[in-house]
C-alpha cells in the first residue's frame, strides 16, 4: 500500500522525474557515440572519452531512481531496499570508475567497473522485484517475467565472458576446419547483446515501479461503495 501526505507526494514525482531522466539519458548517451543497442564492445564504452559524464550521470540516476521510489511504498520491503542499495553502489561505481578504451578490462579500474556492472546490473532487478511484490496490479508479475528475462540475459552475458559465441553476432568460421561452428570471434559482440538485453530489462522494470506507484492512487470501488454509503 501506498501512503499519499504531502511529503509521499514529493518522493513520487522526485522518483518519477529521476525515473524520466533515466530514460532520457539512455537514449541520449547511444545518440551522442552514434552507437545503438548493442553496442560494438559493451555499454560501458559509452562512460570512454569526452562526453563520459553523460554516462555517469545516467548511471547515476538509475541508482537513485528505485531508492527514491521506495520511499511512496507502504510497508518497505526491507529485503527489497537492501538489495537496491547494493545495486545503486554498483551503479555508482560504474559511474565514477570508467573501463579501459576498446574492453580490454586489464586495468585495475576496469575491473573494478566491471564489478560494479554486475552489482548494479543484478541486484537493482532483483530490489526491484522485491519492493512490488506486495503491490495490487500486474505489477508483480510483469517484474518477475522481466527479472527471469534478466538473469537468462546475465548467465548469456557470462558465458560470452567465457568465450562462447552465443548470438552468431560477427562470427567468423574455423579456420582450421571450414564448415564448422563459430569460434569465439563474436564472443564480444554477445556480450554487449546480453548486456543490452538486461539493461533494457532493467529499465523497463524501473517503468513498472513508477506505473505501481501512481496506479495506487487510483480509487477502489470498494472504497468508492464504502464512501457513498
Same mark, same amino acid.
Request: glycine share 10%; net charge positive; aromatic share 8%.
Given at each position: ?138 505489477? $508483480? ?47 564480444? $559482440? ?27 492512487? $487510483?480509487?477502489?470501488? $470498494? ?7
Amino acid at each position: 500500500m501506498i501512503g499519499d501526505n504531502i511529503v509521499v507526494r514529493r518522493w513520487r514525482i522526485l522518483g518519477s522525474a529521476l525515473a524520466a531522466a533515466t530514460f532520457f539519458l539512455a537514449v541520449a548517451v547511444q545518440a551522442v557515440a552514434g552507437e545503438w543497442y548493442p553496442p560494438p564492445v559493451s555499454m560501458s564504452q559509452y562512460g570512454v572519452g569526452p562526453n563520459g559524464w553523460l554516462f555517469a550521470l545516467w548511471m547515476l540516476a538509475f541508482a537513485a531512481t528505485p531508492l527514491v521510489l521506495t520511499r511512496t511504498l507502504r510497508p518497505r520491503s526491507r529485503t527489497g531496499l537492501t538489495l537496491l542499495t547494493i545495486g545503486a553502489i554498483g551503479a555508482v561505481v560504474m559511474a565514477l570508475v570508467p573501463t579501459d578504451p576498446g574492453g580490454a578490462q586489464q586495468s585495475s579500474t576496469a575491473q573494478i567497473h566491471t564489478v560494479g556492472a554486475v552489482l548494479g546490473l543484478a541486484f537493482v532487478p532483483m530490489g526491484i522485484l522485491s519492493c512490488l511484490w506486495g503491490i495490487r496490479g500486474p505489477w $508483480r508479475a510483469g517484474a518477475a517475467v522481466l527479472m527471469a528475462a534478466v538473469g537468462v540475459s546475465l548467465i548469456l552475458l557470462l558465458l560470452a565472458a567465457n568465450g562462447w559465441d552465443n548470438t552468431g553476432l560477427d562470427s567468423v568460421p574455423d579456420p582450421v576446419v571450414l564448415g564448422t561452428a563459430p569460434n569465439s570471434a563474436g564472443a564480444p $559482440r554477445s556480450w554487449a547483446f546480453w548486456q543490452s538485453v538486461a539493461v533494457v530489462c532493467d529499465h523497463a522494470m524501473l517503468a513498472l515501479m513508477v506505473g505501481s506507484v501512481w496506479w495506487e492512487l $487510483r480509487p477502489h470501488p $470498494r472504497v468508492s461503495q464504502q464512501g457513498a454509503s
